[in-house]
């Protein structure tokens, strides 16, 4: 079976300029390329379903591949160490190539009358995957003392005070009236 991916694009080549839609569901990753990240790590599971929606658009000399792809990602809260799930909207505008010359070692390559557009997704989606998600804006995490989440229940830890200021405790300040000097 082909790869959703590889798409045939020697009629659009010929034919400058010319414009052709690629709109598919597939795998993340059908190839089982990338060795899964670490537990505390944002990623994608390989059988993730990613909504691809590319136009591909010929000029002289490569394609451009406007559009964009659409995948769900599991994470850690980096606050309460909650696992969460995400959704990432990537919006792509990328070129493909013949041949790569000055200027183009961003470009990707058109081989053999094809683009394979796998790499273009799976840059896009790793490149927009959140590096520390939070479960929600307002997650208060967990109390560094007793370690109850915050988001579920509180409690009564005390932070402890630091016995290098503690002779600060000690200092204490007579009151002054308004408008009197401070100056000794």
Known sequence: MASPYLVPV???????P???VVSFEAPFDERHEFAPRGPAETDVF???TVKVSITLQSFIGGLR????????????C?????PILGYCVVAVDERFVDERGPGDDEAYLVENDFVDLAPLVHDAILLDLPLAPLCREDCRGLCPYCGIDRNEASCDCQVPGDPRWATLDELRFTDFEPGESKEV
């Open 78 to 82: 980096r606050r309460c160490s909650n």
């Open 46 to 48: 390989p059988e993730a």
């Open 65 to 76: 591949a406007k559009g964009q792809v659409e995948a769900p990602w599991h994470g850690i």
């Open 10 to 16: 020697a009629q659009l080549l010929r034919d400058v």
């Open 18 to 20: 010319s414009t052709m």
